[in-house]
């Protein structure tokens, strides 16, 4: 069975927390029997995205949100509470809400998704991997 | 009797949205009296951010100017560059750097068909009402996109803002067996393509003919991308130095992008032009499939920009595959130069139309004064003669929102480089 961890940002700023926490969870090293998983980063979403989905049984994304927490929380977040413009009209706006929405209606989403929101800020606080490795291998390890 | 009425459409608040656009339409007595398009684009201060910089530096600046083609941005600077530098990058940077453009090509014209332009034409409100009834015909762009951005990253490190060019070729060249493996998916990508221009060619297209002037790039031995002469369907036939005799920028008071027009009229610039103005470029295959969907080129009718597009594409798989068949990991991927004082001119076709650069250059190769001509600003007063020719033969007396959709239609078929902005169209109808 296949896992992937997929973290979504950019090289600099606040949006790199997605890519940090991803970087933090392969090196640590997750205990997930009988799953093989891999680790990715997603410079953006949308097709690519989508791409890296493909042949997954499981997939777990991973972005720096405003979930009004503190800096570097961790929380699994809902497709619902995901805003989408709903209209995917422009190349720009294809966030990470449109991207799974669309992959929903091609059926290209893995049986099993989650979405992990790290609350957005400067760095990655060590008690973030702590928190985000209890949440997945609460979900997927034995 | 005078009735006003104003129309808001509502703006969504989005992430990773740049730009601004809104129309203003003025109808008089059942005649268009004003019609402007509004739009803000970023490149003006570009301009002033690339000074005193080095000009290895101001290559992967100028790809900050558009997320969706910055290695349109990248190639036109490179060259610029090694024009005065005297470099001479060589076969093997040369056909590299053109199938890093398919890649560009490949990844904007799938994302403008599929999830920007279709839509209009097939009677959906946006992509994804589309993917539902045509799921199989958005997963084919998709992978179509992805494989352009995988051949960006392949030469660029990565496909958003890629940073594999350097003045005088790239600072890496990819393995052989990397190429291998995209080698393999554009073959089998081939049929894919072939098959989007038939479906291209199948869509209700509105019959729509207007006069225009194309410009773009013309090579001797190539489809106008990475390099050329400026020429039009009018006689022009300048050298990229020769730009300013003879294309003038305008600044009207309702657009902060300057408008342009080529000896004293708009012109049009983007895929349609480009493939009126190439046909006899088209690789063999390209050209009898084009002919077999019976449309006619050259075509006077802008609505077979999409298309272009797709006959683009398969161009772009054509080029990039027999590029690379042959690969070899060279011993060095650049060549050396030295900076030379004087005045760089630079220009290639970005996926929306001819990019032109202007650089002033020091004797260290730092960067003194620089001008950069988008398609976008080019293609601006095309777009409001397009939209008042277009509204007038929809009719004037239809709807706010008949009208409204009918210029935002327009709009996208030219995949302005403020695509985000044009979907969030604000209309202003005054009638008198």
Known sequence: MRLVLIGIGSPFGDDTLGWQLVDALAARGLRLAGWDVSFSRADRPGPSLLDRLQAQDAAIIIDAMHLGGSHGSVRLVQRDELEASGSLLSGHALGVAETLELGEKLGMLPPRLEILGIEMGAGLPSEAVDEAADLVEGLFGT | MSEQRDIRIEVPVLARVEGEGALELEIENGRISDLKLRIFEPPRFFEKFVEHYHCDAVIDMVARICGICPVAYQMSAAQAFEGLFGADTGPWVRDMRRVMYCGEWL????????LLAAPDFLGFNSALEMAEVYPDEVRRGLMLQTLGNDLIALFGGRSVHPVGLRVGGFYHAPSVEEVD?????????????EALIAWCASLDLPDDRQSFVSAGLRHPDEYGMYSGRLVSDQGQDIDISEWDAHIREIHVPHSTALHAELEGRPYLVGPLARLNLNL?????????????????????????????????????????????????VPERAWVEWEPRPGVAFGASEAPRGTLWHRYEV?????????????????????????????????????????????????IRNYDPCISCATHFLKIRVHRR
């Open chain 2, 181 to 193: 493996a995209i080698r393999r998916r554009l073959d089998a990508a081939l049929p894919e393509v």
């Open chain 2, 362 to 410: 020091d004797e260290r190769g730092h960067v003194s004064g620089a001008r950069i001509v988008p398609p976008t600003s080019q293609n601006q007063a095309r777009i409001e003669q397009d939209i008042a020719s277009s509204l007038h033969e929809l009719g004037l007396d239809k709807d706010e929102d008949a009208l409204r959709l009918r210029a935002e239609t327009v």
């Open chain 2, 280 to 328: 006899d470029r088209l690789p063999s295959e390209t050209a009898a499939i084009l002919e077999r969907t019976g449309f006619a080129f050259p075509s006077d009718n802008m609505f077979h920009s999409m298309l272009a597009r797709a006959v683009e594409m398969h161009v772009a798989v054509i080029d990039a595959a027999r590029l690379l068949a042959d690969y070899r």
């Open chain 2, 107 to 114: 990844q904007s014209h799938s994302l403008h068909i599929h």
